[in-house]
């Protein structure tokens, strides 16, 4: 234990209710000036950002993480995120107000946290609480659908429920049942055996698996064709300066789009000039770490959340020169080479979108089909042809915790209701950096119906052997009945050709020499995304499962592609 860093634990403030929320506060000893504030607030209970609140404590500031109302030792009714009537705003506001007010404090306060506790923030940014000087927000999207609306995120989305919210809410209330994170973790993974990612329809969950949160979950089914975040158009309400923090394989990569609306949408000028992001190689809740899923993305990742913290809160807080002002306002780290690049704006410049072609003369199922990659564009070929059975879904390749990761794609090679369209291998190397989307012209024999496209780089096999090692560096998905937007839902005519695209994450990666290009269309990519049933029906109350037969052109009049943005 720091010894240089004292705790107060359980330190209660009354919000305008009266309703008293209760935050750990810690605090540099032997310190006697007065310090600013660094503020997050968490429904996982604030006794897991102990190590970042000492650290930053210790950095000379008065660290303090509050449980949100309703959750571990704050009293109150918790309402979940996508709850509109919850108290987010005021609760933040008035929390941001009392920690200037503590002992010892300058007035100037900073908030700080990521994934829910960076919605706490953009929720109560706009309420513009008088003492709040600047922000660090890392993982939560503008979109609370990000870029794939309509679609449940199946097994993340169902442990962040079961083992995550409902064991607190089960001791408040006494139910039965696991009653902590560690043992209802313990429960999915040893006992259940994740079996609730495959179970029909989701409405009908028992009630004792929700532990009393089963009409808030059925809520929840409802809203992913919604954006429920309350937080898409805030940024004209902001006027404090925000250090986004996001992670290529982060699910929620539309924290990105935060940045890009203050920039334009900001208060005042100086929120509008005064905003910074950084971009690297890590996932939801992994930033800061070189080693991601099953691969190692060298020093140059290695970056503690704590080392970008402090220059920031130092300068917008403390007043002191830390340079943090005087870098690029972009960082972002370029996979392939493992190396950060910065730019002047995002996306940066020089950066062209560029068409890659599908081609196949004969079938582009599975890796060893004929599929091709490259910049013609195709004249009279055949379209390739898959059967989606959602009863024999793709596959993700995750790690346990069910948060996107590269991994090895190979595993999935020999699927054929898996189109693969590859490049020959690379002659130079080719760099791309920014978003991506693959266009496709498809058919369907289902109403409504997913399709998948996920980048690969496939390196050369040892000895000759092909493939080596197949990265997925982006990836996305689209329900088609959304194809023309989300609030234009539209069923497919069954055999009917349509054109559709497919948002992807974006992506900085350098394809080395000798490796290639790929890109893998499916319709399933499984628990990551649920399953789509086929039947054009409301998916969390359909239990029933169809086969679809699908079809992608590839010709002169329907030339599928992904389109790339090339840099230079």
């Not at 303090?64 to 108290?87: C, H, K």
């Not at 037969?549 to 592609?561: A, G, I, L, M, N």
Request: hydrophobic share 35%; glycine share 8%.
């Amino acid at each position: 234990m720091d010894a240089t860093v004292a705790v107060e634990r359980d330190v209660p403030a009354a919000m305008r209710d009266g309703t008293l929320l209760r935050a750990d506060v810690y605090r540099p000893v032997g310190v006697s000036e007065s310090l600013p504030a660094l503020v997050a607030r968490t429904p996982y209970n604030k006794a897991g950002m102990e190590e970042v609140c000492r650290t930053m404590a210790a950095q000379g500031y008065i660290a303090i993480v509050q449980d949100i109302r309703g959750r571990y030792a704050s009293d109150g009714e918790w309402r979940p995120m996508y709850d509109a009537t919850n108290l987010e705003p005021t609760d933040g506001y008035d929390t941001v107000e009392w920690a200037a007010r503590l002992p010892g404090c300058t007035g100037d306060v900073g908030t700080f946290g990521g994934s829910y506790a960076a919605l706490t923030q953009w929720r109560l940014a706009p309420t513009r609480p008088p003492q709040l000087r600047a922000m660090y927000a890392s993982g939560f999207p503008r979109l609370a659908y990000d870029r794939w609306p309509g679609i449940f995120r199946t097994d993340r989305h169902l442990q962040w429920h079961i083992t995550t919210t409902v064991p607190d809410y089960r001791r408040r209330q006494g139910l039965p049942g696991p009653t902590t994170v560690e043992e209802a973790r313990a429960h999915w993974e040893q006992h259940e055996r994740h079996k609730w990612v495959w179970f029909l329809p989701f409405d009908e969950i028992p009630a004792e698996v929700l532990g009393g949160l089963r009409p808030q979950f059925r809520a929840y089914l409802r809203k992913h064709a919604e954006d429920w975040s309350g937080v898409a158009h805030v940024h004209r309400e902001i006027e404090v300066p925000v250090y986004h923090q996001t992670g290529w394989y982060d699910r929620l990569i539309g924290a990105i789009d935060h940045y890009t609306a203050m920039v334009a949408q900001g208060r005042t000028e100086h929120a509008r000039r005064n905003q910074k992001l950084i971009i690297g190689p890590w996932t939801h809740s992994s930033g800061g770490t070189r080693q991601q899923g099953d691969r190692d993305f060298g020093p140059e990742a290695e970056v503690p959340v704590a080392d970008l913290m402090t220059p920031w809160f130092d300068y917008w807080l403390k007043g002191r020169a830390t340079g943090v002002m005087d870098e690029p306002p972009v960082r972002y780290f370029v996979m392939g080479v493992n190396r950060w690049e910065t730019a002047a704006q995002w996306p940066p410049a020089g950066v062209y979108p560029t068409p890659f072609y599908c081609h196949a003369e004969t079938a582009a199922n599975g890796f060893g089909g004929d599929g091709r990659l490259d910049r013609e564009r195709p004249g009279a070929e055949p379209p390739d042809r898959f059967v989606y059975d959602p009863r024999d879904p793709v596959m993700s390749v995750l790690p346990p915790v069910a948060q996107d990761a590269p991994g090895d794609h190979r595993v999935l090679f020999d699927r054929q209701d898996v189109l693969y369209y590859t490049s020959a291998p690379l002659a130079a190397p080719l760099k791309i950096v920014g978003p991506a989307e693959a266009r496709l012209f498809i058919a369907s024999s289902a109403p409504d119906t997913d399709f998948t496209a996920i980048l690969l780089d496939v390196a050369p096999g040892e000895a000759g052997e092909a493939p080596g090692y197949a990265q997925n560096l982006c990836s996305g998905i689209l329900r088609c009945r959304y194809r023309r937007g989300v609030d234009r839902p539209a069923l497919l005519r069954p055999g009917e050709s349509e054109e559709i695209t497919i948002p992807l994450t974006p992506v900085a990666h350098v394809f080395r020499p000798g490796h290639r290009i790929a890109v893998a269309v499916s319709s399933s990519n499984f628990p990551l995304f649920d399953r789509n049933h086929n039947t054009g029906r409301d998916y969390w109350s359909d239990a029933e499962l169809h086969v679809a037969d699908q079809t992608v052109f590839h010709d002169s009049e329907r030339p599928s592609q992904i389109v790339l943005p090339v840099v230079g």
